[in-house]
C-alpha cells in the first residue's frame, strides 16, 4: 500500500496569509485527492488532482482559494490562500492506484489554525 | 450520487464487549465500502474494505464488516472491545478505486473499563 507524507504537520498562521501544504507518495498513483475535515466533523472533497490535468474542485471550492499542483505522479500540493480563521481544519491528501480496486490511504494531515 | 450514514454520532460499550458501528450506503452502482479509523490528532487509517469479492471482510484489530446489499448495510463489528479501541471511526463509499470517498458523518467509539 501507499505511503503518503504530508508536510508540514500542522501550522499557526496569520489572517490573510497562504500556506502551501505538500503531499509526497512513495509509488507512483493514479489519482490524488484533496480533502478537509473542519472541527469535530467528518472529511469532504476539496478536488481531484489528476497528474497532467486541471485539479477538478467540488462545489463551494474554487482554485482561486485552494489552488493545487500536481506535477508528477508522486506529488501535490494544496495551497490555502488568503486564509480566514474558518480555514482552521485538518487538510488531508489521499491516494489511490495504480489499480482501480486498491483503496485510498491517506497521509497524516495538516492541521492548521488561523489566528 | 453516493452517500453513507452513519447511525449514532456516539457509541460507548464496556471494555469486553461487543462493538457494533452502523454503516447504510446509497449508491446507484456497485459500492466500494471502506471503514477507517482516527485517532486523536492523526490521520486516517484503513481498517477493513470491500470491493465485491467476500462479502464478510476482516480488517485489522480484530474488527469485520459484512456487506448485505439487501440491506444496503456494512456494519463493523468487534467481539470484544479493548481501551485502545476508542476513536472515530468513519464509513465511507465510492464507486471505484479512483473516484472520490464519500464519507460518513464519524462514529465516535468510547469504551469503559
Known amino acids: 500500500s501507499a505511503v503518503i507524507s504530508q508536510k508540514p504537520s500542522r501550522d499557526i498562521c496569520q489572517r490573510g496569509t497562504s500556506l502551501t501544504i505538500q503531499c509526497q507518495v512513495d509509488?507512483?498513483?493514479?489519482?490524488m485527492f484533496w480533502y478537509r475535515q473542519q472541527p469535530g466533523q467528518s472529511l469532504t472533497l476539496i478536488a481531484t488532482?489528476?497528474?497532467?490535468?486541471?485539479?477538478?474542485?467540488e462545489s463551494g471550492f474554487v482554485i482561486d482559494k485552494f489552488p493545487i499542483s500536481r506535477p508528477n505522479l508522486t506529488f501535490s500540493t494544496l495551497t490555502v490562500s488568503n486564509m480566514s480563521p474558518e480555514d482552521s481544519s485538518i487538510y488531508l491528501c489521499?491516494?489511490?492506484?495504480?489499480?482501480?480496486?486498491?483503496?485510498?490511504?491517506f497521509g497524516d494531515g495538516t492541521r492548521l489554525s488561523i489566528l | 450520487a453516493q452517500s453513507v450514514t452513519q447511525l449514532g454520532s456516539h457509541v460507548s460499550v464496556s471494555e469486553g464487549a461487543l462493538v457494533l458501528l452502523r454503516c447504510n450506503y446509497s449508491?446507484?452502482?456497485?459500492?466500494?465500502l471502506f471503514w477507517y479509523v482516527q485517532y486523536p490528532n492523526q490521520g486516517l487509517q484503513l481498517l477493513l474494505k470491500?470491493?465485491?469479492?467476500?462479502?464478510l471482510v476482516k480488517g485489522i484489530n480484530g474488527f469485520e464488516a459484512e456487506f448485505k446489499k439487501s440491506e444496503t448495510s456494512f456494519h463493523l463489528t468487534k467481539p470484544s472491545a479493548h481501551m485502545s479501541d476508542a476513536a472515530e471511526y468513519f464509513c465511507?463509499?465510492?464507486?471505484?478505486?479512483?473516484?472520490?470517498?464519500?464519507f460518513g458523518k464519524g462514529t465516535r467509539l468510547s469504551v469503559i473499563a
Open positions: 449508491s446507484s452502482v456497485p459500492p466500494y
Open positions: 509509488s507512483q498513483v493514479t489519482m
Open positions: 470491500y470491493t465485491s469479492a467476500a462479502t
Open positions: 488532482a489528476n497528474q497532467g490535468s486541471e485539479a477538478t474542485y
Open positions: 465511507a463509499v465510492t464507486a471505484s478505486g479512483n473516484t472520490p470517498l464519500v
Open positions: 489521499s491516494a489511490s492506484g495504480p489499480t482501480s480496486n486498491q483503496p485510498q490511504h
